[in-house]
């Protein structure tokens, strides 16, 4: 059980050139939702989906692009990258209902997290 | 809209003390809280969650927190530090149990020898 798995783990980009993270996790999650991660920022909402065909906009979702095509994988683009987002990402998914346990095994209403991709946008 | 304020980003303590760290909450509904630990290089671990069950919660750890309505706190504490726990702290935040977390700002915990 793999859990979420992102990747590439590392990455560095020139300014305006485009890229696609990706997440998977094998936790059959309804759930999943792309973080940043800048200092003393803690971590902030870029995009989530609810379920598969679905997304929606978190709280910093300028300059990224999200597609859930399949329920288990969820793509964060970057079309034309910036220095301003240099930045961790992380990955996460949660399952549905609010208590209990999923068929997976993973407890309800808490979000399992990926180990993270680290951007640099020269 | 929901936020969480983290006090003190730093937080140093000899090993084998207390330690506090501190979260303040504000919910216009009853929230969901949890607390994050973020290892050096690696992503978030649930250490623990209030879903309006009991107000003292047992993580994982050593760790537990307690959630105080009168003071909108869910500070984090561990009787006796261990030089294991160091790491970043995360206090966060949600509506609902599987909805979008809003996080804190995060504490650094350094444990002294």
């Known amino acids: 059980n793999a859990g979420v798995t992102q990747t590439p783990k590392f990455r560095v980009l020139k300014t305006g050139q485009s890229m696609t993270l990706l997440c998977a996790q094998d936790m059959n999650h309804e759930y999943m939702y792309w973080y940043r991660q800048d200092p003393g920022m803690g971590l902030r909402l870029i995009h989530y989906?609810?379920?598969?065909?679905?997304?929606a906009k978190g709280e910093v979702p300028d300059g990224y692009n999200v597609s859930r095509l399949k329920k288990q994988n969820f793509l964060l683009g970057l079309e034309s990258a910036a220095p301003s987002q240099t930045s961790v990402y992380f990955c996460?998914?949660?399952?549905?209902?609010?208590?209990?346990?999923?068929?997976?095994?993973?407890?309800?209403?808490?979000?399992?997290f990926g180990a993270g991709t680290r951007l640099s946008v020269l | 809209a929901q936020s969480v304020t983290q006090l003190g980003s730093h937080v140093s303590v000899s090993e084998g003390a207390l330690v506090l760290l501190r979260c303040n909450y504000s919910s216009s509904v009853p929230p969901y809280l949890f607390w994050y630990v973020q290892y050096p290089n690696q992503g978030l671990q649930l250490l623990l969650k209030?879903?309006?069950?009991?107000?003292l919660v047992k993580g994982i750890n050593g760790f537990e927190a307690e959630f105080k309505k009168s003071e909108t706190s869910f500070h984090l504490t561990k009787p006796s530090a261990h030089m294991s726990d160091a790491a970043e702290y995360f206090c966060a935040v949600s509506k609902f149990g599987n909805e979008k977390l809003t996080f804190g700002t995060g504490t650094r915990l350094t444990i002294i020898p």
């Open positions: 209030y879903t309006s069950a009991a107000t």
């Open positions: 996460a998914s949660s399952g549905l209902g609010l208590a209990g346990v999923e068929p997976s095994g993973t407890a309800k209403n808490i979000q399992y």
């Open positions: 989906s609810v379920g598969e065909g679905t997304t």
